[in-house]
């Protein structure tokens, strides 16, 4: 859309059953604050809106688990991560959550203008139930192999290594991730959307429509699950936690999370309104709005197909224009993961980090997954800082005020006929603000970033090539010429960085006086300006935009990482296997036994074949544990042995038994008798 009048500025609702990680920043939340202070800094009509997604199975499980309230849960969370957002500068015009009443106002609402238009169907199926705890299973509470490709961790709506679209009934071997249990059908009556019903317009909208302005990732997966065929899909679900059916039928049964969830931006947008006394609807329903949604990969599905089906069928609200979504950030080369705490959390970051958000954000930017998965690392956040934020941009300024004060104190010196580089060096400046812009709104923020640190050099090269120090004793006045240009970049610095580095832009603009000029600089006064800071203004003294980071700094963040792994490690179990009934289990016949010789299996790595004493006879037995023990050292041990297994040829050598082995990962250790039993004893 060319010129719109207005933009609604979407990032997806954070789930409040945790922090926020650097995961979360770098795919969402970072590029939508850039963009909107972007869009700000031209003077534009913008909403940018957020909240905490706080309904779902999810919550109700971590309350039972603590023992809370589902609200406790929610509360406590959307504390924390609100308070996150706003020390690290994610600049919301509002952060609601889907608990508020203006929410559950707005989606029953909707629900109900879409069922009175008979926008969904009604239908009493088979779902997957978990016996164990007696409930109905979401379709992310339920895990098996995906029909597809084979992946055995695939979710019961989607396989996340292939793309594919699912139902949870199509996954094999499905288990809960509740209990583990084994899955039953149970029938149930529910509301659908019907998503094939507009496959159609679907194709013409997406396929035709964004096909050269929406990201390739994004673009494709969306082609992926029309090409497959769309499926109705339930928008009400058997849950307790939540908003209630507003319908006859629906009691027991609340709004399924995701058709709930994209309501919130509307929510919140309401929310707002009602706060500044303006009105919501131009945002939302206006054709002259631009709607943009920032997003992870994992949230494509539900904003290009499944949330503006809901806006069409509905009939009153505009489609998002662009959906700009991020791949995955990978931390020290593996996958991120809440569960076993591989990340980097936000809140933990201000603690250990203070005062140094936008280091983070630039790091974040600059390996930004914007068409790739990419990995974060903390010699590469080190690299960052001291080469780039300090050695270059921090460099450049630190040396335009300093010897600001040292010639002239603080006052910026009247310019003579400036010379070509002098102009060179200002059309630079015009010319990369114009191209940071179209990069921006391309959604290539890594890119533009890149571009703005390119400014910062400029400044360098030209203090560099130009030598003021020297010059300030032979030809005070082309002295005087050189840091009057010097300035004007370092003033367009301030300007450009506030997306990026909103802090340090600040930082700098109170080291420039930026509140005693006449009228505030937009991003356009870069290029329209030849002069931002004019003569005689007087500016403040110098201050380290940015700070070194010392090795101790990061081998701590190393070593606390090294401890996660050791932490997972201790915490990683085999899963348990199938339930055996008593009658099962009192068909093994264990005994213990006394191990009389061992020697290595020829050509065998892990071999070791033993002569068991078992009382009333001596076994042969073939064990796998000779990376474990030498053969020297276990004669005489007091072992279990498994001795009514069926006996089976290993190497050409016949093993009559099995004896019993405890694997913590590491290493294998004897299940040996507490007490010294004689051979042939019964274990029961």
């Not at 109900?112 to 139930?129: A, C, G, P, V």
Request: aromatic share 10%.
């Amino acid at each position: 859309m060319k010129n719109p009048k207005r933009y609604t500025i979407t990032a997806a609702l954070p789930y409040t059953n945790g922090p926020i990680h650097i995961g979360h920043l770098s795919g969402v939340y970072i590029p939508a604050d850039i963009y909107t202070r972007y869009l700000k800094l031209n003077d534009k009509d913008v909403l940018f809106v957020c909240g905490s997604d706080e309904h779902g199975v999810p919550i109700t499980i971590k309350a039972k688990k603590e023992g809370v309230t589902p609200q406790d849960v929610v509360d406590k969370y959307n504390h924390i991560i609100k308070e996150s957002f706003k020390d690290f500068g994610i600049q919301f015009d509002n952060y609601s959550r889907t608990s508020a009443e203006v929410h559950h106002e707005t989606a029953t609402e909707f629900f109900e203008s879409m069922h009175e238009q008979d926008k969904f169907i009604e239908e009493t199926t088979e779902q997957l139930y978990d016996p164990k705890a007696k409930q109905f299973l979401a379709d992310r509470f339920v895990t098996g192999t995906c029909p597809k490709c084979g992946n055995e961790e695939a979710y019961g709506d989607q396989c996340e290594k292939c793309g594919t679209s699912l139902n949870a009934n199509d996954l094999i071997n499905p288990k809960s991730t509740l209990t583990d249990a084994k899955p039953v059908l149970k029938s149930t009556k529910h509301w659908f959307l019907p998503l094939d019903q507009y496959d159609a317009w679907l194709k013409d909208w997406i396929v035709k429509g964004h096909k050269d302005d929406w990201k390739p990732n994004v673009y494709g997966q969306c082609k992926s699950w029309i090409d497959e065929g769309l499926r109705p899909r339930a928008v009400t679900r058997d849950l307790d936690w939540g908003i209630p059916v507003p319908v006859e039928g629906g009691d027991g049964k609340v709004l399924y999370v995701w058709f709930d969830a994209p309501i919130g931006y509307i929510s919140a947008s309401k929310e707002w309104a009602k706060r500044e006394n303006k009105s919501w609807e131009p945002y939302w329903k206006d054709e002259d709005t631009k709607l943009v949604h920032f997003i992870g990969k994992d949230n494509i599905v539900f904003h290009c197909i499944i949330f503006p089906v809901m806006l069409k069928a509905e009939g009153s609200y505009i489609l998002p224009d662009n959906v700009p979504a991020n791949e995955f950030l990978n931390l020290e080369g593996q996958k991120l993961s809440t569960s076993k705490n591989w990340a980097v959390w936000l809140h933990e970051y201000l603690e250990e980090f203070p005062n140094q958000q936008d280091v983070l954000r630039y790091v974040l930017t600059a390996n930004a997954p914007e068409t790739k998965d990419n990995d974060f690392t903390w010699k590469d956040f080190q690299t960052r800082n001291n080469s780039e934020l300090v050695g270059i941009f921090g460099n450049f300024i630190n040396r335009v005020v300093v010897l600001t004060d040292k010639y002239y104190e603080g006052i910026i010196p009247e310019k003579s006929e400036l010379s070509e580089v002098d102009l060179e060096a200002l059309k630079e400046l015009q010319k990369s603000t114009e191209d940071i812009a179209v990069s921006i709104e391309k959604y290539r923020f890594r890119e533009a970033q890149a571009k703005m640190m390119n400014i910062a050099r400029i400044g360098n090269k030209y203090l560099a090539d130009e030598e003021p120090w020297k010059l300030q004793k032979t030809d005070p006045k082309r002295t005087k010429t050189i840091m009057y240009v010097a300035l004007q970049i370092a003033a367009g610095l301030a300007i450009i960085s506030e997306p990026f580095l909103p802090f340090s832009s600040a930082k700098l603009k109170k080291m420039l006086n930026f509140e005693a000029l006449e009228n505030t600089l937009f991003w356009k006064d870069i290029a329209d300006k030849k002069e931002f800071l004019p003569k005689e203004h007087q500016i403040g003294k110098a201050e380290l935009l940015f700070s070194k980071i010392e090795d101790e700094t990061i081998e701590k963040q190393l070593q606390k990482l090294e401890q996660t792994k050791e932490d997972n490690k201790e915490k990683t179990y085999a899963p348990v296997k199938e339930e055996i009934t008593f009658d099962d289990f009192s068909k093994l016949d264990i005994r213990v036994g006394e191990i009389i010789s061992a020697e290595k299996m020829p050509k065998a790595k892990k071999l070791l074949i033993l002569k068991v004493n078992i009382g009333h006879e001596t076994r042969t037995i073939v064990s796998g544990i000779a990376e474990h023990y030498k053969a020297e050292e276990i004669i005489g041990k007091k072992v279990s042995v498994v001795v009514n297994l069926k006996p089976i040829k290993l190497r050409g050598t016949l093993s009559e038994g099995m004896i019993l082995m405890g694997d913590n990962g590491k290493n294998l250790s004897f299940v040996s008798p507490e007490n010294e039993l004689d051979a042939g004893s019964q274990i029961s």
